[in-house]
């Protein structure tokens, strides 16, 4: 089993950064891939990064490739999300979610399904 909580968020005017973090509790914190999604209001949830259990692969969305950054410390039970140049497009709620078995192939998909917890989710939100 594994906790999520999600911090970081906030106001912040275009062109600005932010850094979320997402703390995880439970054992197996460090065998999991973790992914960070989004959804702003009316719209449905879309997949942001990816990082696999070491930290050693990565993926991003195309809409964020190049201004995010997406890390992770296992032996702080946490994953990063490193937003730069933000847009106003980038405002969402942001989730974090967690994997324990799912391939790289299966998580590079970018769909929901494979994660087994998913954070509350904060908000982001970038003003014009």
């Known amino acids: 089993q594994v906790q999520l909580v999600e911090s970081g968020g906030g106001l912040v005017q275009a062109g600005g950064s932010l850094r979320l973090s997402c703390s995880a509790s439970?054992?197996?914190?460090?065998?999991?891939?973790m992914g960070w999604f989004r959804q702003a209001p009316g719209k449905e949830r879309e997949f942001v990064a990816v990082i696999n259990w070491s930290g050693g692969r990565t993926l991003y969305a195309d809409s964020v490739k190049g201004r995010f950054t997406i890390s992770r410390d296992n032996a702080k039970n946490t994953v990063y999300l490193q937003m730069n140049s933000l847009k106003p497009e980038d405002t969402a709620v942001y989730y974090c979610?967690?994997?324990?078995?799912?391939?790289?192939?299966?998580?590079?998909?970018?769909?929901?399904?494979?994660?087994?917890?998913w954070g509350q989710g904060t908000q982001v939100t970038v003003s014009s």
């Open positions: 439970g054992r197996t914190f460090s065998r999991c891939a």
């Open positions: 979610a967690a994997d324990e078995d799912a391939t790289w192939r299966t998580l590079v998909s970018g769909v929901e399904a494979p994660y087994d917890y």
